[in-house]
C-alpha cells in the first residue's frame, strides 16, 4: 500500500539554527499538509499546499516556516532560525482530494532543538 | 482551542469484547470526520470517516456513528483485537477550512486478553 515516507526520523539541531524536514507524499495525491504535535499535547496543523503554493496556514506558522515542492516528488517543511519551542513531532500529510478524503501521514520526524 | 473533545483519555476492554470510543465538537461548521489510530513511534493511521450528510459508517469492524444535533461522533470496534491496542484520535475538517483537520487529544485503547 503507498505510504507517506518521511526524513530524517529524528533531527537533533542547536537553537538559531536552519533545519529542513522532507516527505515524499503519496505519488497520485495532489494536496500536502504538514502538522506538529509537541510532546503532550494535540496534533496541531500547520500548513497545507495545492499547486505549488500554500492554500492555509495556521497562526504557528510564521514567517521562520517556509514550505516548498522542490521537485515532482518531494515536499519540505523549512525552519529558519529554530527556538527551543519549535521541538517536537512533525508530521507530513498527503490528500487526493481536499474535501471529504481523508489525509494520509507518515511516522513523522521528532525535531529535538538543543 | 477545544473545538474538537475526547473525555476519555484511556479505556481497557476485554479481547472480543466491543470498544466504544467517543467524541465531541463545538463547532457546527464541521462537515467530514474521521478516526485515527496510532502506534507509539508512528504517524496516524486513518482508520474511517463520515461525512456530515450520514449518520453512520461502517468498514469491517469498524462503524462510526453521528449525531450531528449532540455534535457528538462514536468509533465502535466489535470484536475488539488485541492489535488494537492504541490510541485513537478523531478528527474533523469543514469551518470554511477544509483543508485544515482539527484533531481530539486522543484516547489510549487497551485490548486485554
Known amino acids: 500500500e503507498p505510504e507517506v515516507t518521511q526524513t530524517p526520523s529524528h533531527q537533533v539541531t542547536q537553537m538559531g539554527q536552519e533545519v529542513i524536514l522532507r516527505c515524499v507524499p503519496i505519488?497520485?495525491?495532489?494536496?500536502f499538509y504538514w502538522y506538529r504535535q509537541i510532546l503532550g499535547q494535540k496534533v496541531e496543523f500547520l500548513v497545507s499546499f495545492y499547486n505549488n503554493e500554500i492554500s492555509e496556514k495556521s497562526e504557528i506558522f510564521d514567517d521562520q516556516f517556509s514550505v516548498e515542492r522542490p521537485d515532482g516528488s518531494n515536499f519540505t517543511l523549512k525552519i529558519r532560525s529554530t527556538k527551543l519551542e519549535d521541538s517536537a513531532m512533525y508530521f507530513c500529510?498527503?490528500?487526493?482530494?481536499?474535501?471529504?478524503?481523508?489525509?494520509?501521514f507518515g511516522d513523522g520526524t521528532r525535531l529535538s532543538i538543543l | 482551542d477545544q473545538q474538537v473533545k475526547q473525555n476519555s483519555p484511556s479505556l481497557s476492554v476485554q479481547e472480543g469484547r466491543i470498544s466504544i470510543l467517543n467524541c465531541d465538537y463545538t463547532n457546527s461548521m464541521f462537515d467530514y470526520f474521521l478516526w485515527y489510530k496510532k502506534y507509539p513511534a508512528e504517524g496516524p493511521t486513518f482508520l474511517i470517516s463520515i461525512s456530515s450528510i450520514k449518520d453512520k459508517n461502517e468498514d469491517g469492524r469498524f462503524t462510526v456513528f453521528l449525531n450531528k444535533s449532540a455534535k457528538h461522533l462514536s468509533l465502535h470496534i466489535v470484536p475488539s483485537q488485541p492489535g488494537d491496542s492504541a490510541v485513537y484520535f478523531c478528527a474533523a475538517s469543514g469551518a470554511g477550512t477544509a483543508s485544515k483537520l482539527t484533531f481530539g487529544t486522543g484516547t489510549r485503547l487497551q485490548v486485554t486478553l
Open positions: 500529510a498527503s490528500s487526493v482530494q481536499r474535501l471529504n478524503q481523508p489525509q494520509h
Open positions: 505519488s497520485n495525491h495532489l494536496y
